[in-house]
């Protein structure tokens, strides 16, 4: 170490020692505690629905170039189907944690490629002897980061917010399709259940004729008992198919993000899905899935991790100056080190990274095979769900009603056969409760089939709240993690 002497009175006084520990120390964060309070969360979940305005703006800014959400949201005539995707969207728990995590990763982007901080050191000897000179020596130390690995730092955080980011637009996407179909869910379900009613009233109005017949024997014990067995085992049905809309209902209010007391009406609907206008299925599925863009993030994400093992390889400087005193003479001390990457060389972190590389690219690789089957699954149940539909429409259900017409003719004659009434009704019933089943399958399988395809456009995280600038995008997530915009 290079040194030289100094005059007598440039000797530094030692209150600056510890004035400059306090200025350093004074630009350092205070910790806060934040209490976690859930009767409070509770009460905020309570209250969601009346922040009506807020609700309203959001769906207007959803509705920029988003064609499922251009009415006007109004929930005091009920939510629709499009409104309810408003709401999950803005509060479900799950978008709320994809947000927070991506709050995280911005964090990180933004104080990535940071230089190390300073070292301040302070060496004495001799404090113990009472007649020998007071020896010390105060340095500080910088590394210079000339390897370039800050830089690499920077891009690497930048493509791990990418990832995160691409994830919410995953979760979005896939939340309006698991809104969407358990909206379709518990539509079927209510309308099943007002078919069993339909079909209770002509059971009920058959038994009125069937009473009559028995009374004045021309019906027998036997055949009354099937006719009020079938009306039991409808009650028994309809109790079934009441408590699975009941479970239906919950799981909308749960990815509404409500709790399940809240009072509100739902606007039962069971209208098509339009599929995307692309010939080219599988090229779509590679151009806009949503999975399969966060599988590309995190690919580049091992990219830049591989790149900065590699970087890390090549030395930083290591510089650090002083002052002290030797036998009563005082000295400037330099120092300057810089490792040799001849032994380690990061050989261990290399490795690992390019391993990560090429799983991430085989996990990418893999989920296109595993998502092009789920599509062709989903076209395949698609297909099969609408030439069942076919067949049930036109050819078996018009047949039924012909029947119960001519046995209504019948009936005006006098000739009333009330088992042949019974089973007309009963596979009429029968026979659109099918339809009903393969409505929900057809409708299933566009909305698989349009979450497979991915947006019309390149999609970006829903704009929940206020923005804030970063070095390559805009987003914004809150203290409670509901919000990232584009």
Not at 34 to 46: F, I, R, S, T
Not at 187 to 205: G, P, T
Request: glycine fraction near 6%; charged fraction near 30%; charge should be negative.
């Amino acid at each position: 170490m290079n040194n030289r002497t100094l005059p007598r009175d440039a000797r530094i006084p030692w209150h600056v020692v510890p004035l400059a520990c306090v200025a350093l120390l004074a630009g350092c964060q205070s910790y806060q505690p934040l209490p976690l309070d859930l009767a409070e969360h509770q009460a905020d979940v309570a209250s969601r629905l009346a922040q009506e305005e807020s609700l309203r703006a959001f769906a207007e800014r959803l509705a920029d170039g988003d064609t499922d959400t251009d009415d006007p949201f109004d929930t005091s005539n009920g939510i629709s189907s499009a409104e309810a995707e408003v709401i999950a969207l803005f509060y479900n728990p799950d978008l709320r944690l994809a947000r927070l995590r991506a709050g995280a990763a911005l964090a990180d982007a933004q104080t990535a490629g940071l230089w190390e901080d300073p070292v301040f050191g302070f060496d004495g000897a001799e404090l113990l002897s009472p007649s020998g000179p007071f020896e010390y020596g105060l340095t500080l130390s910088l590394t210079i980061p000339i390897s370039g690995r800050l830089g690499v730092e920077e891009d690497k955080a930048d493509r791990a917010y990418e990832a995160e980011l691409r994830r919410v637009v995953d979760a979005e996407w896939s939340m309006r399709a698991k809104v969407r179909k358990a909206w379709a869910d518990w539509s079927v379900a209510a309308e099943r259940m007002r078919l069993i009613d339909e079909v209770a009233e002509q059971i009920d109005r058959i038994g009125v004729v069937s009473d009559r017949l028995e009374k004045a024997g021309e019906l027998t014990r036997v055949e009354a008992r099937l006719l009020r067995s079938q009306r039991i085992g409808l009650r028994v049905v309809r109790a079934s198919v009441e408590a699975e809309a009941e479970q239906n209902r919950l799981e909308l209010m749960s990815l509404m993000g409500l709790l399940p007391t809240t009072r509100v009406e739902l606007v039962p609907s069971l209208s098509t899905i339009d599929l995307p206008e692309s010939s080219q299925t599988t090229d779509r599925l590679i151009k806009s899935n949503t999975t399969l863009a966060v599988a590309r993030a995190d690919y580049a994400v091992a990219e830049q991790s591989l790149r900065l093992e590699v970087r890390k390889q090549y030395p930083d400087i290591e510089i650090g100056a002083g002052y002290g005193s030797e036998d009563k003479d005082d000295r400037l001390l330099l120092g300057v080190s810089l490792p040799i990457p001849s032994l380690n060389a990061n050989r261990g972190g290399i490795a690992t990274a390019r391993a990560e590389r090429q799983l991430a690219r085989s996990t990418a690789q893999t989920e296109f095979e595993r998502l092009a089957f789920q599509l062709a699954g989903a076209q395949a149940r698609l297909s099969a769900a609408q030439k069942q539909q076919e067949v049930l429409q036109d050819e078996l259900v018009p047949m039924l009603d012909a029947q119960a017409a001519e046995i209504d003719r019948l009936a005006e004659l006098g000739e009333v056969n009330t088992l042949i009434l019974l089973e007309t009704v009963t596979r009429r019933f029968e026979a659109k409760d099918r339809i009903l089943d393969l409505n929900l399958a057809e409708l299933a399988a566009r909305i698989e089939v349009v979450r497979l395809l991915g947006p019309d456009e390149p999609a970006t995280p829903s704009p929940v709240s206020a923005s804030v600038k970063t070095k390559t995008t805009t987003t914004g997530v809150d203290d409670a993690g509901e919000g990232v915009s584009r």
